[in-house]
């Protein structure tokens, strides 16, 4: 059963850990699809941060959208994916570095990850993302 816009974004604003895939640009090649963390608010745009010169930045400046999927499979199966156009980019602020690792991780682990990735990730660069497209169902217990 497919999900109202409520229960959709409800969904999404919490803390999964997304499929980011994005057009690859190489005819024939499947997209790039990997693991991260993204943030979202109920109305809003999606963002995610990722490193400056990444290729999932590269792939994402070149294709201007690409699409998050979430996913659950307790206490029903039940996903979430939207799709949409790049709607800015800018380099990352050490508060949304702190905001993000805040939303994944357990309070005594933050300001030790903010730590190390600012150190080691290189520069990082915010990508926000308009939904234009959603899918969204419940399938129930299994």
Request: charged content about 25%.
């Amino acid at each position: 059963m497919a999900l109202n816009r409520a229960e959709r974004e409800e969904f999404l604003a919490e803390p999964h850990i997304a499929a980011l895939a994005v057009e690859s640009g190489e005819n024939g090649r499947a997209p790039l699809t990997v693991p991260i963390w993204y943030q979202y608010e109920p109305g809003g745009d999606v963002w995610i941060m990722t490193g400056r010169d990444s290729l999932k930045a590269r792939l994402i400046g070149a294709a201007g959208r690409f699409s998050l999927m979430v996913e659950r499979v307790e206490p029903t199966v039940r996903y979430v994916s939207v799709e949409g156009a790049v709607v800015a980019t800018e380099a990352a602020t050490h508060e949304q570095l702190h905001e993000m690792a805040s939303r994944y991780l357990p309070a005594e682990k933050v300001d030790a990850y903010v730590e190390k990735a600012a150190k080691e990730h290189g520069e990082q660069v915010v990508v926000r993302l308009s939904p234009e497209r959603w899918l969204s169902s419940d399938l129930g217990s299994v």
